[in-house]
């Protein structure tokens, strides 16, 4: 669905990808980890088309990114830190992406909307929000148009307990729908049950790209951060 075949980037002398290839495809639920300044973000920005790769490319559904930029309306993307408009309500940012994407069906995913209770927001205005209000509304905004592909950054930090739980919840269901969703996080014990595979760069380039049950297996360690840690001693 998604592949990229050997992408890399530099700005000016800083090499932030170097070679990297990947296949993802539907129905997988993908942990994209690395320590600060692996490449992960400017990964996810080349995936979405807001950089462009110095050599190699990556194609969505067999057709080039590049000359197709169409297929972004099939991706849902929930950034680490969501910014919106000051004076803008919850029920504006809504309303106004809705407007944006046009969406042809008309029919919308709220469930998020609802079991976060920001139904009852509405009129709220986002410079009054707390941040893990905002990062409720990026949920909402990532799962609306109901897209083939989530690509989720930091998706649980900020929220309490219980919201965590609850957008969990979300992407178990969307995994099972055979969706194909990228998560990025630093807390690895919020991925151990949801993922099937796992990617691990570092400086830039692509360490592994393993099934998350043959990483167990090859480790013998049942918790995604004990596996990565004896990985990465062995090497």
């Excluded at 890399?8 to 994209?32: D, H, M, P, Q, R």
């Excluded at 919850?90 to 992406?97: N, R, T, Y």
Aim: aromatic share 6%.
């Amino acid at each position: 669905m998604i592949i990229a075949s050997n992408v890399s980037k530099k700005f000016k002398k800083l090499t932030v990808l170097e070679n990297v290839s990947l296949n993802c495809i539907k129905g997988e639920c993908i942990a994209l980890i690395g320590p600060n300044g692996s490449g992960k973000t400017t990964l996810i920005k080349t995936i979405l088309g807001m950089v462009v790769p110095d050599s190699g490319f990556i194609t969505f559904n067999g057709r080039n990114i590049l000359h197709d930029w169409k297929y972004r309306s099939h991706i849902g993307y929930m950034p680490q830190i969501g910014r919106y408009p000051d004076n803008m309500t919850i029920g504006q940012v809504l309303s106004m992406m809705k407007d944006i994407r046009a969406h042809k069906e008309k029919t919308f995913d709220e469930e998020l909307i609802y079991a976060f209770g920001l139904n009852i927001l509405l009129n709220k205005r986002m410079r009054t929000l707390s941040g893990g209000t905002r990062q409720k509304v990026s949920a909402c905004l990532a799962f609306l148009f109901d897209p083939e592909v989530l690509i989720l950054d930091e998706p649980t930090a900020g929220l309490d307990p219980l919201s965590s739980e609850l957008l969990k919840d979300k992407i178990r269901k969307e995994k099972q729908k055979g969706k194909l969703i990228m998560i990025t996080s630093h807390i690895l014990s919020e991925l151990d049950d949801l993922i099937t595979q796992v990617i691990y760069m570092q400086e830039g380039k692509l360490v592994f790209h393993k099934n998350i049950d043959d990483l167990r297996k090859e480790t013998g360690e049942q918790k995604l951060s004990k596996a990565i840690a004896s990985v990465m001693i062995k090497k």
